[in-house]
């Protein structure tokens, strides 16, 4: 599974950002999909996520700013940010959790991109 972000910036404080993930399978047969994001030193976090294609978790310190969404016919993934905060300068990552029917036995994958920067400054 290929997993190509794009969408990163600066961006000021208040401001908002949308990013967008494509990837390579089609996402409905994806079980999890979701944003990560890194901050050099500290370990990747979640940030939000989509289950089963229709469960939707966030992180507590960005629910009711951002909002995941998929758009099927273009196998996307999208992560809509407003109110930027400088807290959330990182580089973001999509992932998939993904089961691998080449491999025998068959077992999930975590694949990632190779992410996109986010930086909120004034």
């Known amino acids: 599974v290929r997993l190509v972000e794009s969408g990163g910036g600066l961006v000021q404080p208040g401001g908002s950002l949308s990013l967008s993930c494509t990837t390579s399978?089609?996402?409905?047969?994806?079980?999890?999909v979701g944003w990560y994001r890194q901050v050099p030193g500290q370990q990747r976090e979640v940030v939000a996520e989509?289950?089963?294609?229709?469960?939707?978790n966030y992180a507590s310190s960005v629910k009711d700013r951002f909002t995941i969404s998929s758009d099927n016919t273009k196998n996307a993934l999208y992560l809509q940010m407003s109110n930027l905060q400088p807290e959330d300068t990182a580089t973001y990552y999509c992932?998939?959790?993904?089961?691998?029917?080449?491999?025998?036995?068959?077992?999930?994958?975590?694949?990632w991109g190779k992410g996109t920067l986010v930086t909120v400054s004034a």
């Open positions: 989509i289950i089963l294609g229709e469960t939707t």
């Open positions: 399978v089609n996402i409905t047969t994806i079980s999890r």
């Open positions: 992932n998939a959790y993904y089961l691998e029917t080449t491999f025998e036995p068959h077992r999930f994958v975590d694949y």
